[in-house]
């Protein structure tokens, strides 16, 4: 263990003393700063009668239209937060808690459906005023266990799967940009999620993964995020890309603020028969429980080196450097580096000779399928035929400038996913991902997890639905220059962008993951380091005690 090593382990203790829960010797009590605020600071102010979920709602709606102009992060509010924020709070005051995240703020991915007065659009006016049936499984079990949906958060529009857009770019929702430099480009297709949870416009959100769109926007918003393995959490009434690949996940700014939020929404469902693979039933791990103290010792993590070199945007010199002294914590906590193991069919895998072929046809039944379970349908759109055609009418979707690639290739190919052609794909696929890909170096090299910087790892987990933890773990320097991204519409690099440190490992090792993330976590602290520079300014001491006027308007 280097000086340096000591020196970080010596501060991580002294910085993981629980100072914020003493009230300072003035005697007045110090409120959570709202960018960072854990579940355990919020549940302990909460109890403790310092604020109220009303509070919370009233700071956080504030904060939304603060920075929701120029970051158009959130779709919508929704407008019962504050009565049922009112009835989390009268419940708690009669000591009657529904669930570990009672009264506690959560946006969720625009696609991801509500039963409330929100729409549920995948950033399109085709959904606009459409109905479903009951709240999604995911919306349903966040809200038995206490959470309130403040707000349903901007996305890539159909979660990426539409044509060649910028990231983050939805009709309903505007462009959404992040927060760390000047007109970041936000990585997708959760965006908004990410961007609200990092800029702390709600405690946490969630996003859905269908190839690396939980993971990646993690890491570029220096949050954790867990795409949960294909099957750990249902897709029921959510807005889909891919049965065999999507995957709705928590985005959180600590791995035990995660672990909360998987804990919540994982486990079977009668309505996504995928559950049914999970091993655990309705005994989910209890992925709380694995933050604890000691996690990486005695653990054994591959690093396949050569992908990174597998994409023509290799990995600068200093994010490099980073990375290995990454390597460097997660030895000196204990574990075992297998490094430069080889992942044999990585190359044929990011190729993409696959993917398309197995991900498009998925789309064009389950789009329609998603639609066929509306209980509105104000369009009456059925088809994918119909669909475009919607798009492509109505000025408000910026068609021909965005354009509906992803859907005129497989309308033209008659795409989809019962075809025998489907199934070579899908099988020689499931070979490069799994017996060559994560599964076989597992079994081969006995590992308990797979490392690389995130971005070069989501989308080797993608094909089989493996799970994926990143954990923020640096930035890019104060002069790197911007560059734009092939749209020329944003920057996709620039100066203090974060980056996560990703792992992967067997379908439904999450439990093992989290407790992998947690000890590096501990040991690193890295996300209170970075900060955005656009920042929403109202905290709770701006909030808690004062009253509303006969308007509803807050007086601050
Ligand atoms: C949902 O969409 C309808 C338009 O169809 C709109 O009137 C309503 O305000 C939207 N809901 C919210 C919470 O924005
Ligand atoms: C799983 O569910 C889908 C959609 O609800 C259905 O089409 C499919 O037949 C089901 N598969 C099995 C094996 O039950
Ligand atoms: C959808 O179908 C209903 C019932 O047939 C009809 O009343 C309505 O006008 C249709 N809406 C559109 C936008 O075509
Ligand atoms: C809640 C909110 O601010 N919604 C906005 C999202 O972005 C669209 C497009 O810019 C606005 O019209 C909404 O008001």
């Known amino acids: 263990m280097t000086a340096r090593h000591l020196l970080q382990a010596f501060i991580v203790i002294a910085c993981s003393l629980p100072l914020c829960q003493c009230a300072p010797a003035s005697g007045r009590v110090q409120l959570p700063s709202l960018l960072d605020a854990t579940l355990d600071e919020l549940q302990s102010g909460l109890n403790a009668g310092h604020f109220t979920s009303v509070d919370l709602i009233r700071a956080y709606t504030a904060r939304i239209g603060q920075v929701n102009s120029r970051l158009h992060a959130v779709n919508e509010i929704n407008p019962d937060a504050v009565s049922i924020a009112a009835h989390h709070d009268s419940l708690r005051s009669s000591g009657n808690l529904i669930g570990p995240l009672h009264g506690i703020p959560v946006v969720v991915k625009d696609n991801i459906g509500t039963a409330d007065k929100m729409n549920n659009t995948a950033g399109s006016f085709a959904l606009l005023g459409a109905e479903i049936p009951e709240d999604s499984t995911v919306a349903r079990k966040l809200r038995e266990a206490g959470a309130i949906v403040l707000g349903k958060a901007n996305l890539s529009q159909w979660s990426g799967a539409r044509g060649e857009i ?27 999620s990410g961007v609200a949870a990092s800029t702390g416009l709600a405690w946490a959100a969630l ?13 570029k918003h220096n949050l954790v995020g867990i795409k949960p393995t294909t099957g750990l959490t249902s897709r029921y009434l959510v807005v889909p890309i891919s049965e065999h690949q999507d995957s709705v996940g928590p985005m959180a700014r600590t791995v035990k603020d995660a672990a909360y939020l998987l804990a919540a929404i994982a486990g079977p469902d009668e309505h996504d028969n995928y559950t049914s693979a999970s091993p655990f039933g309705d005994r989910v791990p209890d992925y709380v429980a ?3 103290g000691n996690g990486l010792r005695g653990r054994r993590i591959g690093v396949p080196r050569h992908m990174l070199q597998l994409w023509s945007d290799k990995p600068s010199d200093y994010m490099l450097e980073i990375f290995d ?26 190729n993409s000779k696959y993917s398309p072929f197995v991900t498009g046809p998925d789309l064009m039944v389950d789009i329609p399928r998603y639609f066929s379970q509306l209980k509105t349908n104000p369009n009456n759109i059925t088809t994918m035929i119909q669909l475009r055609e919607f798009i492509q009418n109505d000025a408000r979707e910026g068609y021909p400038e965005k354009n509906t690639a992803s859907w005129d290739r497989g309308i033209r190919r008659g795409y989809d996913n019962t075809s025998p052609a489907w199934w070579a794909n899908y099988k020689a696929q499931a070979e490069l991902a799994g017996p060559r890909g994560i599964a076989g170096a597992v079994d081969k090299y006995s590992l308990d ?72 976590e501990q040991a690193t602290m890295v996300r209170k380091t970075i900060v955005p520079y656009i920042q929403p300014k109202t905290e709770l001491e701006d909030i808690v005690g004062k009253r509303e006027d006969t308007n509803g308007e807050l007086e601050l």
């Open 449 to 520: 997890a797979i490392v690389l910087p995130t971005e070069y790892l989501s989308k080797l987990a993608a094909p089989l639905g493996n799970p994926v933890i990143s954990v923020p773990v640096g930035r890019t320097p104060d002069d790197t220059p911007l560059e734009k991204n092939k749209f020329g519409t944003l920057n996709i690099k620039g100066p203090n962008q974060p980056f996560g440190l990703g792992f992967t490992g067997a379908r439904f090792s999450e439990e093992i993951l989290v407790e992998i993330a947690y000890a590096f």
């Open 325 to 350: 002294s990454a390597l460097d914590v997660l030895r000196a906590q204990g574990a075992e580096i297998a490094d430069d193991i080889v992942l044999p069919g990585a190359v044929d895998l990011l």
């Open 207 to 219: 996003g859905t993964d269908t190839s690396g769109s939980i993971a990646d926007p993690s890491s």
């Open 166 to 192: 910028t990231q983050g770019w939805s009709a309903y929702g505007g462009q959404c940009i992040g927060a760390y430099y000047r007109d970041m480009d936000p990585d997708g297709s959760s965006s908004g």
């Open 290 to 292: 694995a933050c604890k």
